[in-house]
Structure formats: C-alpha cells, structure tokens
C-alpha cells in the first residue's frame, strides 16, 4: 500500500522570528526531560510496545472465556497447520507467467519428515504425472511457491511423495502419525485443508463409520476406509484427517456428493495403509505390489471384442505370466483377433478388470495362484507365481 503524506508543509520563504526559535527549544528540551523523567521512574512504555502488551493481554482474556473442547482444539490447530500445505500443479509451459494465473490443479497435502518430503493424494498431482507438470507447495502464511519433485506415486491407494525442490527458512515440522487400526465410532476429528482454494481452513466432526470400500483412480479397492462427517470439500483431497490429540490418522482423499460439494460423507485412507507405502517410497524411490506381467485390454474394448473374462493385451517378456504361458493378443491369417480371456482366479469369476484386482488384492509377491484362462474355444488352468511390480 503507498502512503501519501498530506500534511501542509511550512513555507521556507517565510521569515522566523527570534521569539519563535527560542519556545521551540524550550519545548524540545522539555519533551526529552519528560522522557528521561519517565524511564527512570518505570513508566509504563508507549506506542508499540504497550500496543503488543494489550494484544497479548486481550488475547489472553479471550482465550480465558473459552471451553476445554475450544482451547483444546485451537491447540491442535496451532500445532499442526505449519505442517498442511496447499499443492498446485503448473504447466512448465507457463514459467514466467503470474503463479496463480497458470494454476491447472490443486489440493492439499502434509510434511511427512523433516528432509522435505510432502504427503498427498495421487490424483492431486495425476495432471503433473501424467503431462509432466511442475508441483508447488505453499506453508501457511507464506506466500512464496516451492518447487518439489514427484518421487513416486501409489495410484491403487492414492497416495504421492513429493520432495521439496526448494524450502522455506522456518524449520519444518511434520504431522505426528498416530494409529487407525484402533478407531473407534464416535471419536472426534479434525480436518485441515485447502477447499476451494482457502488455505488453512479447519473443520471437525466424528468419525461416523469404519472399515469402508472406496475406488481409487485406477479402480483399485481401497478398503478399511475411514468415514467422517467433518466438511472436506474439493480441495481437501491430500490433507491430513486428525484424532483429538492431532494425529494423523488417515489422509482425506473422497466424498459422496450431488452437488460437488460435502454433504457429511468423507473418506480417508487409513494411515496403517499409508504409512508403508511412503516409507517404501522414501526408502527406495519405489512403491512394489504383485501382478501378473501383463497390460490388460479396458473392458469398454474387452465388450466390444465380446469377451467373457479379461482379455490380456500384452504379456510382458520374462514375466510371470510368460512363464504361466499366457500370451499377448494377435490377429490370425483370417483377420479375427486371438486373445487370451482370464475368467477365474483361484475359482473366483473374473468379468472385469476391478474383479481382477479386487482378487489380487492382499496378495503377496512369490504367492501362487491358479489362472482358469480361455483361449479361443480352449479352456486350460494355469498356475502362476506373482511377480514384484514396480511403479
């Protein structure tokens, strides 16, 4: 803000009488003795400083007129925002331009450690993973964007490591972890987020049901899901989801809508689930679960081609699923296409791609599995050792 001094100047033309020179010394002299008088005496102090004391002293008498269940949750609040930062994704066509100008996606996210590495939901950063985007993170009341890096990504759960590029002075301070596999209904929650683009905002509410099934991006299971009634809004996706002690116990991810707005139905990730996958990821750079070796055909492409099971696209070489016998898809001399259809696992009917998945999940690499596999006219078993895969 410009400051404009409008304050009527004295005419330096003007002549000063010898009167006038004199009371002003005579003043000067006597404002100092006052101040000189005034410290020695132990004067209460004035201007800023005594500004600064009724501040802390109103501040004070407010928070004296407050509740247990108030104080307790501004305490939580003051402790844990320094660490719930707002991501943005920026196309790195647009260096150069005004930062929120060029904004293409954002959520929320938490300091995990101090060495710099930031939590989030994947499909916060999806549009940085998938075009190459730049990621920025901003602390609360700090203005300033820093750069970080995707380290990896775990799309079936729906979580992302990040790792700042740039940071800030202030030292960092990560989320305490606490525990879900001990939640019980009832308990109270508290949220920390970014909805809508405000940053820092806080709400609170119960922890209104256990152990719930959500679909990641990937439409991946994700279950022993956390649900809530605390608002999370568009926005939120990334943030920290807090027991009454403000611990992490799972990072808000979804909600139940009809309006794009909460409507009291939201899903965390539980943090037992989360904590693994980052600490693989900030160990490693990798993020390992078990599969088959193969790229699948989409179902609307499985539908068209009429097939009964999940039809394999491609069977990676030296994979598991080589090794099983199966094979990538082909077309024939005639111009049909051969494609090997998998339609159970371990007798359970296979008729999508999510049934494929919801009957791997849980499963460990080196475990075996019977495949019940159509090819053609042919129906043939096959048992398989799944195969560690990496992001």
């Known amino acids: ?32 003795g006052w101040r000189v008088a005034s410290a020695s005496s132990g004067a209460p102090p004035s201007g800023a400083a005594s500004t600064a004391h009724a501040s802390a002293a109103s501040l004070a008498q407010r928070e004296s007129d407050l509740n247990a269940a108030e104080r307790a949750t501004i ?33 929320s996210g938490f300091v995990w450690d101090t060495d710099g590495h930031v939590v989030t939901n994947y499909h916060v950063v999806q549009r940085s993973v998938e075009r190459g985007d730049l990621v920025y993170v901003r602390f609360a009341g700090d203005e300033s964007p ?5 380290v990896n990504v775990a799309p079936h759960r729906d979580i992302a490591v990040l790792k700042l590029v740039d940071r800030p002075q202030a030292p960092l301070t990560p989320v305490e972890l606490g525990q879900s596999t001990n939640l019980l209904v009832g308990q109270h929650v508290y949220a920390i987020g970014n909805p809508f683009g405000l940053d820092q905002t806080l709400s609170s509410g119960l922890v209104s049901g256990l152990n719930r099934e959500i679909r990641s991006v990937t439409q991946h299971k994700i279950d022993g899901v956390i649900q809530t009634d605390a608002a999370i809004n568009p926005g939120n996706s990334g943030g920290p989801l807090l027991d009454s002690r403000g611990r ?25 689930t989360v904590r693994p996958i980052v600490d693989e990821i900030v160990a490693t750079g990798h993020v390992t679960r078990p599969g088959l070796g193969v790229e699948l055909l989409g179902d609307f492409e499985a539908s068209r081609l009429g097939l009964v099971g999940v039809g394999v696209a ?43 998945f919801d009957a791997l999940d849980g499963r460990a690499v080196g475990e075996k599995i019977t495949l019940k596999v159509r090819r053609g006219q042919e129906l043939f078993e096959t048992q398989l050792k799944l195969q560690a895969l990496q992001n």
Not at 17 to 32: D, E, M, N
Not at 146 to 150: G, Q, S
């Open 1 to 32: 803000m410009r400051t404009i001094d409008i304050s009527p100047r004295p005419d330096s033309s003007a002549p000063r009488s010898p009167f006038f020179t004199v009371a002003a010394l005579a003043a000067l002299f006597g404002f100092v």
């Open 146 to 150: 820093y750069e970080a890096r995707i």
């Open 248 to 272: 992490l116990i799972g990072v808000n991810t979804a909600i139940i809508t009809l309006s794009g707005a909460d409507n009291g139905i939201g899903f965390a990730v539980p943090v037992d």
């Open 75 to 107: 305490d939580v609040f003051r402790r844990v925002s320094p660490a719930v930062v707002h991501v943005t994704n920026v196309p790195r066509a647009a260096r150069g331009r005004s930062f929120d100008d060029v904004v293409s996606g954002s959520g």
């Open 314 to 356: 491609v069977v990676q070489a030296g994979s598991a699923a080589q090794d099983a016998g199966l094979r990538s898809a082909e077309a024939t001399r005639t111009g049909r296409v051969r494609i090997d259809e998998i339609v159970e696992i371990n007798t359970r009917v296979i008729r999508s791609r999510r049934d494929l």
